[in-house]
């Protein structure tokens, strides 16, 4: 059965400036949707009041029950921005405790294989029994995607969850996300910085620009040329490609 | 495939294990140091005592007769030396707290203002105290504990109405050291030599003002709050990898942070009070316990607790040797000894992470 995440006319003021308003949208499960849009264009805030971290007015329902209420855990695996982890704690350790809920004195032998499955899954294995501060930037935001996906939630919110990746980590972790939302029903909604990653990957995308919804479509309707010189102020080119989406190539230097 | 996924799981598995083994051991290390400690210090004392009678006059109870070693173990030693692990571990755990919640490794149970606290809270019980109907044992530490309380509630009022943050809190905190500090000054500024004197003496913890009274009010004290914090172990552990991440998997940071705080002042009371400010164990204890176990508090509440105990009983054992009429306060003597502890363990940090 197909759940839906609808927003309506989701608004988040802060110090007396509006940071979103007027923001509608539907999302059905099954589906990993990009948010896209420049830097400071509000995509943050967007994902937090969705995760119900951040006061907002409008409403947000999930499959019927409101979230702007705080019934963050649960049912949503929300990634916020940039979290470094400097504590000495094994990546196992850091992945165990996404189900802290469900963990006693003693770790039950299922939960540390779910977690060493999770690591499996995102070819972080080897890095196991190593502690979190040694690990790269990138391998810390496995790590802690790996922490979101071991609670199963049906709603993914993931504020950065590619940024510090290599191209080759990227395309791993959207297949992956989209092997998960189909397999668990879920819908995943990520903040993508990467225009041609956000195009080629995506199964939907929502483009913010000024705190406002501009466009919500299929990845080539979302990513025109006009979009993108309005939004990011660039000018490209869509450069066509046999059986697939187009690809961006940037033609000028913008924001002189 | 899935037969692979089955080998992989296994072994790490087994790699948790042996991990979890291995810190089982090193508490359970830590529990004999601290053991073999607390009947080392109990050996030594200015009248001497070989350890065989040491260890009968422990087996035969407090009660057995009037016999010389009797008295001096049960009634001389040993209120000190439970005193030290008591005191020990209070401020393991508090600072392990604090660092937890302040995510700052230069915070000890001090760092928001505690000690000054109560500090002022016996200064001036030494000073006006005569006019209560109360004796002076008791009512020193009473002033300690209920200003240290006080410098809790203040904090607290703030914090709650000006946000949960470890900044706000770290500001708030230092606003009431100083505040407090300056308070203290005054009073001592004030005082006559002979209660200036009294006053300083009480500021240099002590053990030697351990006695029977003040190793229960502390044990209970600490008995109590334990079980309250063990039960928010994982959340303290999920609190280490940031507050937005924590927030995120569900935990309310704003008000364990606050509860944490709460307990974090009644077992720095509790440990202050009686015998005065005895520094450097909050911070290092910590330090040294991750170090040793990481940071799972399942393992580091308990082995910093440990170690703690174990600080300020070697600390005691010192300061007997060094000066046999056990005279050196027993918190200039941590202080120092404090110090290459520390070097030490961040010295091996650094080198394991090299």
Redesign the interface.
């Known amino acids: 059965m197909t759940q839906t995440l609808a927003i309506r006319d989701l608004g988040v003021r802060r110090a007396g400036t509006d940071i979103l308003s007027g923001v509608s949208c539907a999302l059905t499960t099954g589906q990993v949707v990009g948010v896209i849009g420049p830097n400071g264009a509000g995509k943050s805030t967007l994902l937090s009041a969705v ?1 119900g ?1 951040t006061g907002f007015s409008g409403t947000v329902s999930w499959g019927g029950s409101g979230s702007g209420a705080r019934h ?3 049912d949503i695996g ?13 990546v ?3 992945v165990l ?2 189900t ?2 469900r ?1 006693g ?1 003693r ?1 039950s ?1 299922g939960d ?2 779910r977690a ?2 999770i ?2 899954e995102l070819s972080l ?1 080897h890095l ?2 190593r ?1 979190m ?2 690990l790269s930037g990138g391998q810390q935001q496995l790590v ?1 995607l790996a ?1 979101r996906l071991v609670r199963e939630p049906r709603l993914l919110v993931l504020d950065e969850a590619t940024s510090a990746l290599d191209m080759s980590h990227q395309i791993s972790v959207l297949m992956l996300l989209k092997r998960y939302v189909v397999r668990h029903n879920a819908l995943a909604l990520m903040a993508i910085h990467d225009l041609n990653i956000a195009m080629q990957y995506a199964d939907q995308l929502v483009l913010i620009h000024d705190g406002r919804l501009v466009q919500q479509d299929a990845p080539e309707n979302v990513l025109s040329v006009e979009n993108i010189r309005r939004c990011y102020g660039l000018d490209v080119d869509l450069v066509a490609r046999a059986g697939g989406r187009p690809v961006i190539a940037p033609l000028a230097q913008a924001m002189a | 495939m899935s037969a692979n996924t089955v080998a992989i799981d296994t072994r790490h598995i087994a790699g948790y294990r042996r991990m979890a083994v291995k810190r089982a051991l090193a508490l359970g290390g830590a529990f004999v140091v601290m053991l073999w400690l607390v009947i080392l210090d109990l050996s030594i004392g200015p009248s001497g005592m070989p350890l065989s009678d040491v260890i009968s006059a422990i087996l035969a109870g407090p009660h057995d007769g009037d016999r010389a070693a009797t008295t001096i173990i049960w009634y001389l030693r040993m209120p000190q030396s439970l005193m030290a692990l008591v005191v020990g571990m209070c401020l393991g755990i508090a600072g392990l707290q604090m660092q937890t919640i302040l995510d700052n490794p230069l915070a000890s149970p001090f760092t928001l203002g505690f000690s000054a606290a109560a500090g002022f809270g016996a200064a001036l019980s030494i000073m006006f105290g005569a006019a209560l109907p109360l004796p002076e044992y008791l009512i020193t530490p009473i002033a300690a504990f209920a200003m240290t309380i006080v410098a809790c509630l203040i904090v607290y009022g703030m914090v709650h109405a000006l946000g949960e943050t470890p900044e706000i809190l770290v500001l708030c905190g230092i606003g009431v050291l100083f505040l407090f500090q300056s308070l203290q000054s005054l009073l001592q500024y004030l005082a006559s030599p002979e209660i200036l004197q009294q006053i300083v003496f009480w500021l240099f913890g002590s053990l030697l003002k351990a006695n029977w009274t003040s190793v229960a009010v502390t044990s209970l004290v600490t008995f109590a709050c334990v079980p309250l914090i063990l039960s928010d172990t994982w959340k303290l552990t999920v609190l280490r990898l940031g507050d937005a991440n924590a927030a995120s998997l569900g935990i309310s940071v704003g008000r364990l942070r606050r509860r944490s705080f709460v307990l974090i002042a009644l077992l720095t009371a509790a440990a202050v009070s009686f015998v005065g400010t005895i520094g450097f164990v909050g911070l290092v204890a910590p330090h040294v316990a991750k170090a040793l176990v990481g940071e799972d508090h399942r393992f580091s509440i308990p082995l910093s607790a440990m170690v703690g105990a174990v600080i300020l009983a070697s600390a005691s054992v010192f300061g007997k040797l060094i000066s046999p009429g056990g005279v050196i306060p027993v918190g200039i003597i941590t202080a120092v000894a404090g110090i290459p502890m520390l070097f030490l363990v961040i010295y091996a940090r650094k080198r394991r992470s090299a």
């Open positions: 995760a971290q963050k855990a649960g929300y990634m916020p921005q940039s979290c470094k982890v400097s504590a000495s704690l094994t196992l350790e850091t405790l996404g802290h809920e963990l004195w770790v032998q540390i294989a060493t499955g690591l499996g294995s196991a029994s502690c501060t040694t802690l922490q």
